[in-house]
């Protein structure tokens, strides 16, 4: 077969890995970087430059990376990615997990709470290992939880046997074609659901409830209200119907929004008949992830939360109202589309917002977007292009009693490499002080 392996990164290296398993295959390389970022193997054939990918007539399948989107490929061939392969392959039942914000948390959560229970779970999608590289070692008794992104789900053919929509707002509008497109993408996860499968979905949120109504198969829960026999929180415990689960202590993660998480995840673990016992310890057991109102340290009595992973408005706006203490946020980076307005209205509903400290090449926008929708909260464009300096800077206006929280709502390529690189330096600085 004639393969292109079109955009080589982290995900190219293993779908050129993968495919190149068969001698049989032809392979090719594609990109439009003229020297990829990841060192090309010995021997492979490239086709490489601008405009590459609407170039791939003659190829039998093209294998895209999940950021490449499938309508800027030209070709008479296949389109196909790694997800699309692993879901046909995969012997094992997956529980995806999609949305705006949360989904790695919930769905490491998920794998926590399987593994409580004794199962062999295979944690995979941008949170994980990369799905592919693990598809062979597989067992038709193990468990899989999917962390799934839009890019992901773009052109999925096939959807999960448990589907997890969480809370969706607008992101990565500078890539997707607008928001309908978003969510259109989303909604792969749950089109090709059949009559024995589950959507626990949203409750409030419109988008997720249009994705779960968007197929007549299957059973439909919600998650965080009585209803539907999902999961929902009262009188500090979590319960199911007029069952009671655990209690909410059992949640080692800060903020309402992880307690919706927990909501989710939990309904999607008694889905599968995972008894409560094994619930509450795979809560206890699970602490969080990097990046994700990550506690870094207390500092002359201020508090340090690392939160690099809110790339989108929605993120932040979990994050401040994850603290009650006077805040410094540190907000701003690259601009992805997204919109501000429920950003600005819940700043202005705290009335512990100390100063916003807004950086990075949408410092201006923000900082005018914000005051539109009347924000009248301290807010600081800060000129520093250093982590270093926006921490010195943010510690020399913390008293004893704040909480200083990176969590920019945006992208981090104008000044870091990536959200990883980002967190990684705000917490390695923290650290040194």
Partial sequence: MKIAIAG?????????????????????????????????????????????????????????????????????????????????????????????????????????????AGKKVWLVGNIGIAAIDILDQVQPDDIVAFEMSSFQ?????RSPHVAVVLLIEPD?????????????????????????????????????DEIAHSSDQGILRR????????????????????????????????????????????TAALTCGIPTEAIEQGLRNFKGLPHRTEFVRNLDGVDYYNDSFSSAPAATVAAIRSFTQPEIVILGGTDKGGEFNDLAQAINERHNIKELVIIG???????????????????????????????????????????????????????FRDFYDRGDQFRAYVQSL
């Fill in 8 to 116: 080589y990164g982290v995900e190219g290296e293993s779908n050129y890995r993968y495919w190149a398993k068969d001698p049989s295959n032809d392979i090719t390389i594609v990109d439009e970087q003229l020297v990829p970022k990841h060192p090309l193997p010995d021997g492979a054939k490239t086709l490489l430059g601008p405009g590459v990918f609407e170039k791939l007539d003659g190829f039998d399948l093209i294998v895209r990376t999940a950021g490449l989107a499938p309508y800027k490929i030209k070709t008479d061939g296949k389109i196909w990615s790694a997800t699309n392969e692993f879901f046909a392959k995969s012997p094992a039942q997956i529980i995806g997990v999609t949305g705006t914000k949360g989904k790695g948390t919930t769905t490491s959560m998920i794998a926590s709470i399987f593994e409580a």
């Fill in 153 to 157: 789900l773009w052109d999925m053919e």
């Fill in 172 to 208: 990565h509008l500078n890539v997707h074609e607008g928001m309908e497109d978003y969510v259109r993408a989303k909604g792969a996860i749950r089109r090709f659901q059949t009559d024995s499968d589950v959507c626990i979905y949203h409750p409030t949120n419109h988008f997720s």
């Fill in 223 to 266: 998650y965080s209200i009585p209803d539907d026999g999902g999961v929902y929180i009262k009188e500090g415990s979590f319960w199911q119907g007029e069952q009671i689960i655990c209690s909410v202590d059992a949640l080692q993660l800060i903020g309402d929004h992880n307690k919706e998480n927990a909501c989710a995840a939990i």
């Fill in 361 to 415: 090449e949408i410092k201006q926008k923000l900082r005018d977007e914000l005051a539109s929708y009347g924000v009248t909260a301290q807010m600081t464009i800060f000129e520093g292009k250093t982590m270093p300096e926006i921490v010195d800077y943010c510690r020399s206006r913390a008293e004893s009693g704040d909480v200083i929280v990176l969590s920019p709502g945006c992208a981090s390529f104008d000044m």
